[in-house]
Nanobody
């Protein structure tokens, strides 16, 4: 099975930046589409960003477009989320996910593998 481990969360002031990482096990990393999701206190988990196995396709929720960038380094079995111009409303637990099908990640539909999550807190 694929194991995913997030890192890079923390406390940051509004307007600041954080870079989240998601390290994956296995030797078939490039065959998986991946994505980032977040769940704020008292709210449902929401899709944030997705990237195809090759990195050729990306998709973002409207609220983070222009501020967040998803990327991956298949040689390192690692996916990243660069978060700039952070806002208090970005505060949430951020989780990475992986699935063989890009559409499942984009649509948050029965995604196969999940990390444990990392807390991002943006102070005002």
């Amino acid at each position: 099975q694929v194991q995913l481990v997030e890192s890079g969360g923390g406390l940051v002031q509004a307007g600041g930046s954080l870079r989240l990482s998601c390290a994956a096990s296995g030797r078939t990393f490039s065959s998986y589409s991946m994505g980032w999701f977040r769940q704020a206190y008292g709210k449902e988990r929401e899709f944030v960003a997705a990237i195809s196995g090759s990195g050729g396709s990306t998709w973002y929720v409207d609220s983070v477009k222009g501020r967040f960038t998803i990327s991956r380094d298949n040689a390192k079995n690692t996916m990243y989320l660069q978060m700039n111009s952070l806002k208090p409303e970005d505060t949430a637990v951020y989780s990475c996910a992986a699935d063989p099908r890009y559409w499942r990640v984009v649509g948050n539909n029965n995604i196969e593998y999940w990390g444990q999550g990392t807390q991002v807190t943006v102070s005002s």
